[in-house]
């Protein structure tokens, strides 16, 4: 009887063991970092790249006359009556509604998944703006930009010393890609309400770029391998310091891992300063991992992404790549 009671006396005692070590492990599981919360509603790296689109501005004007249009951010669009094509004729009266997406600040770039090259090389953005207009009364009608009569749009030119004032022009984003297609159409600088300001014509709507090439040969490849359990949620990006530069590493199936040669870059110049930086979204839950570096030939990285908050993540970019 007594060897009965201590046999259950044992069992119950190895149970109450078994119970708090199941549950230690399932609440190291589940929350590993104190601050990590689920990402408001983001459940993919798509609808974390949606939230973090710019808002629209919406503007209604009267083609019958001259229009400058301010947006929050500081771009300028001059409309003249003609700029805008209705169903493919000028339009010289009636009204159209002006909707704008500004994105200007590199944190915004990386967050919203959209890059600063071309189909040849790295670009240094001074700023971009997605334009789109229709007739809210007559949906059915097309409004389209005038090619030879275009809309002009004017983006602030930074001040600070050393800041690129020459070589940009216009670039028009290809969705099919998700690159920049070059223009024709260089950017004059000029002196606009106490102000710098880059200004060139914009011919047809979407997303608009005013870029300039970065004129120093690229040479070395960056390489991020990354858990395969992350490879289809996360976005890997290298930033240049110092530009507004954020450029995309593509998944390179061959040797499962991300780098640009295998789009046909010939990679980054040598020496610049640059942070390398994935994040994505993984059951709902906000994952990242950067690390900061000079280029320099033969570089590999293997990342591992780790549970983080969203909103300090997204503070912390600003005031990485937003301020210098």
Not at 312 to 320: Q, V
Request: hydrophobic fraction near 40%.
């Amino acid at each position: 009887m007594k060897k009965n009671k201590l046999n259950l006396i044992i069992c119950n005692l190895l149970v109450m063991v078994l119970a708090l070590v199941a549950c230690g492990r399932e609440l190291n599981y589940i929350n590993p970092l104190p601050n990590a919360k689920f990402s408001a509603g983001a459940f993919s790296i798509a609808d974390l790249q949606a939230q973090n689109l710019p808002p629209v501005q919406t503007f209604t004007i009267n083609m019958a006359n001259s229009q400058q249009l301010t947006c929050s951010g500081g771009t300028q669009l001059m409309i003249e009556p003609g700029s805008l094509m209705v169903d493919g004729k000028p339009a010289t009266s009636g009204t159209v509604q002006i909707q704008v997406r500004e994105l200007q600040q590199p944190s915004k770039i990386i967050l919203t998944g959209i890059t600063t090259q071309t189909d040849n090389g790295m670009l240094e953005s001074a700023g971009m703006i997605e334009l789109e207009a229709n007739i809210p009364d007559a949906p059915a009608k097309r409004v389209d930009v005038n090619p030879t009569q275009p809309v002009y749009m004017a983006v602030p030119a930074s001040s600070k010393p050393g800041a690129s004032t020459s070589g940009f022009g216009s670039f028009y984003f290809n969705p099919s890609n998700q690159t920049w297609t070059a223009g024709t159409d260089t950017a004059n600088r000029i002196w606009r309400n106490n102000q710098w300001m880059f200004n060139m014509p914009v011919r047809k709507k979407g997303w608009i770029n005013c870029d300039r090439f970065y004129h120093q040969k690229p040479c070395s490849d960056i390489r991020v391998v990354l858990p395969d359990t992350f490879m289809g949620c996360t976005d890997v990006f290298v930033v240049v310091h110092k530009l507004r530069s954020a450029i995309r590493l593509y998944l390179d199936t061959s040797k499962r891992e991300f780098n640009v040669k295998s789009r046909g870059y010939d990679g980054f110049p040598d020496t610049l300063l640059v942070t390398a930086i994935c994040h994505g979204v993984k059951n709902g839950l906000f994952y990242e991992y950067d690390t900061t570096f000079n280029v320099a030939p033969g570089l590999k990285f293997h990342m591992k992404p780790v549970m983080k908050n969203r909103k300090e993540h997204e503070k912390w970019l600003a005031t990485i790549f937003d301020e210098e």
